[in-house]
């Protein structure tokens, strides 16, 4: 069982990037999945996640009309897509499962991170 992020890099301010959360050993499918970020010095935040199941999202405020988050069961992926991306959404990105709430606490089970770093 993994979850395998993908999809960091470098990008410019104003930017996109499209982050990749692979499932491996279960299907996606009736999930709630998130995307978390821990910038340095800082705690680990809740980004977006989604349920799987019927596909309502949350979105963190900072986020909010830049990032989406999409799935696709065929390929048992979910995607962060990020757009107009700002020097503070570097950050290390985790995707991740559990609970239907989109806090650290009620994730418990981890992927290994991503990282992306928006400078010009």
């Known amino acids: 069982v993994q979850l395998q992020a993908s999809g960091g890099g470098l990008v410019q301010p104003g930017g996109s990037l499209r982050l990749s959360c692979a499932a491996s050993?279960?299907?996606?499918?009736?999930?709630?999945i998130g995307w978390f970020r821990q910038a340095p010095g800082k705690e680990r935040e809740g980004v977006s996640c989604?349920?799987?199941?019927?596909?309502?999202?949350y979105y963190v405020d900072s986020v909010k009309g830049r990032f989406t988050i999409s799935r696709d069961n065929d390929k048992n992926t979910v995607y962060l897509h990020m757009n107009s991306v700002k020097p503070e959404d570097t950050a290390v990105y985790y995707c991740?499962?559990?609970?239907?709430?989109?806090?650290?606490?009620?994730?418990?089970?981890w992927g290994q991170g991503t990282e992306v770093t928006v400078s010009s």
């Open positions: 050993g279960f299907t996606l499918d009736y999930y709630y």
């Open positions: 989604i349920n799987t199941w019927d596909g309502s999202t």
């Open positions: 991740a499962t559990g609970a239907r709430q989109c806090r650290v606490s009620a994730m418990g089970f």
